[in-house]
C-alpha cells in the first residue's frame, strides 16, 4: 500500500512552516517531518528520520524542493537514491521534479524546474548571510569612506560654510560621499542643544 509521507522545513525564521504542513495534509500525507530554520542543512535530522522511515512504495512528498534539499546537487542525490529504493517523490509545486512512472513531462521543464530551484536556493543563502551579517552588526555592500573622523572635519568644515566640493577635495573622497555623510545631520548645531 503506498503511503503519502511528508518533509519540510522552516527555510528563513520569519516563514512559519504551519502552511506547509497543511498543503501537505491536504495532500494526503500520513505524516509530516519537519525541521526547523535553526537546523544546520547538512546535518536536518527530520530529513534523516524521514528517509529511514520511508519505505518501497511510498512516495516523499514536499511543498517545494528547497524545502527538500540545500543544493541543487543534494536534491537530485536524494531523489536519485530515493527512485533506487522504490520510493517516489512529488513537490507539490514543482511538477517537472516528480519521479512518478505517469509522469510525462518536456525535458525542457525539467531543466527550467531545476534552475529555479538553483536560483531559489541561492536567494535562500543570501537572505540567510544577510541575516546573519546584520545580526553581527554588519551592513552589506561596499564599506563607507567616511570614517567618523572624516564625517567630524566634514561637519566642522560645512559649518565654516565651505561647499561640499571642497571638503571633498580636503578629505580626499568624492563629493556623494560627503553629501551622504552630512545629509542626515544638521548644518549648524544648536549651542544650546
Known amino acids: 500500500m503506498t503511503r503519502l509521507v511528508g518533509y519540510t522545513r522552516q527555510l ?22 519537519v525541521d526547523d530554520q535553526t537546523t544546520d542543512p547538512r546535518k536536518r535530522p527530520a530529513l534523516t528520520e524521514c528517509l529511514g522511515f520511508l519505505e518501497a512504495g511510498d512516495v516523499l512528498v514536499v511543498p517545494s524542493a528547497a524545502h527538500l534539499s540545500h543544493t541543487v546537487t543534494h536534491f ?60 553581527a552588526g554588519k551592513r552589506p555592500g561596499r564599506p563607507t569612506v567616511m570614517t567618523p573622523e572624516k564625517v567630524a572635519m566634514a561637519v566642522e568644515l560645512r559649518n565654516l560654510d565651505r561647499p561640499i566640493t571642497h571638503i571633498a577635495r580636503v578629505l580626499g573622497v568624492s563629493a556623494n560621499s560627503v553629501q551622504r555623510a552630512l545629509a542626515p545631520l544638521p548644518r549648524h548645531p544648536d549651542p544650546a542643544g
Open 12 to 33: 528563513s525564521p520569519d516563514l512559519d512552516p504551519a502552511p506547509d504542513i497543511s498543503a501537505l495534509t491536504a495532500a494526503g500525507v500520513v505524516r509530516v517531518f
Open 76 to 135: 537530485v542525490s536524494t531523489v536519485a537514491a530515493l527512485t533506487a529504493r522504490g520510493v517516489e517523490f512529488r513537490s507539490l509545486t514543482e511538477p517537472a521534479l516528480c519521479t512518478a512512472v505517469d509522469n510525462a513531462v518536456n525535458p525542457a521543464e525539467v531543466v527550467a524546474a531545476e534552475e529555479g530551484l538553483r536560483r531559489r536556493l541561492v536567494s535562500l543563502r543570501t537572505r540567510a548571510g544577510m541575516a546573519s551579517a546584520a545580526a
